[in-house]
């Protein structure tokens, strides 16, 4: 089945640099898109960013210029790097594979807290 | 961006009374090809991470009890809990998942009164 497990969180400094990483197996990785959604405390989830499987790529305004997402498809491995950080970029990241239309659901991992502090 | 826009922000129902989450989308989520609505929703509770209830709209997601229901076509949306349970406190998302660039709604807390 389906697993996503996400590392890397942790305590970043603001105007400091961290990188997420999204695990993932049960599933041919290298054939599906795959995102990055957060969630602050206390707010709603955003998305943030979309990687298809040939590579191209999608942000959210509040992310661009700052994150980049990447994958490692030899690897079974998808990242941010997550640049500039802001106390508003602390939140819960989760990643999600990409069912794409045709597809029924998307799949969740389980998310890593991000703390911006100094 | 399609906007989702949720109603009500909250509510407080008695135990074993229904709810009733809206759910509207800014442009239609109907994929022909397949005849589905790429409309999904989200349980959340306190610290925990969401947990997927219903996708295309209507399907329920394995294990998930048969008091939720979705329903809805192309633009308007109906998450339905028939009998509230008091494990059922928490928050509801409505997502859209028709575009590469997913977007929710801004949630529901479900409490008790």
């Known amino acids: 089945q389906v697993q996503l497990v996400e590392s890397g969180g942790g305590v970043g400094q603001p105007g400091g640099s961290l990188r997420l990483s999204c695990a993932a197996s049960?599933?041919?990785?290298?054939?599906?898109?795959m995102h990055w959604f957060r969630q602050a405390p206390g707010k709603g989830l955003e998305w943030l960013t979309f990687?298809?499987?040939?590579?191209?790529?999608r942000y959210a305004d509040s992310v661009k210029g700052r994150f980049t997402i990447s994958r490692d498809n030899s690897k079974n491995t998808l990242y941010l790097q997550m640049n500039s950080l802001g106390p508003e970029d602390t939140a819960v990241y989760y990643c999600?594979?990409?069912?794409?239309?045709?597809?029924?659901?998307?799949?969740w991992g389980q998310g890593t807290l991000v703390t911006v502090s100094s | 961006d399609i906007v989702m826009t949720q109603s009500p922000d909250s509510l407080a129902v008695s135990l074993g009374e229904g709810v009733t989450i809206n759910c509207r989308s800014s442009?239609?989520?109907?994929?022909?090809?397949?005849?589905?609505?790429?409309l999904a929703w989200f349980q959340q509770k306190a610290g925990q991470p969401p947990k997927l209830l219903i996708y295309?709209?209507?399907v329920r997601e394995s294990g998930v009890p048969d008091r939720f229901s979705g329903s809805g076509s192309g633009t308007d949306f109906t998450l339905t809990i028939t009998s509230l349970q008091a494990e059922d406190v928490a928050s509801y998302y409505c997502?859209?998942?028709?575009?590469?660039?997913?977007?929710f709604g801004q949630g529901t807390k479900v409490e008790i009164k």
């Open positions: 049960g599933f041919t990785f290298s054939s599906h898109g």
């Open positions: 295309w709209a209507s």
């Open positions: 999600a594979q990409d069912c794409g239309l045709g597809g029924s659901r998307d799949f």
């Open positions: 990687i298809r499987s040939d590579g191209s790529y």
């Open positions: 997502q859209q998942y028709y575009t590469s660039d997913r977007t």
């Open positions: 442009q239609s989520l109907f994929y022909a090809a397949n005849s589905k609505n790429y």
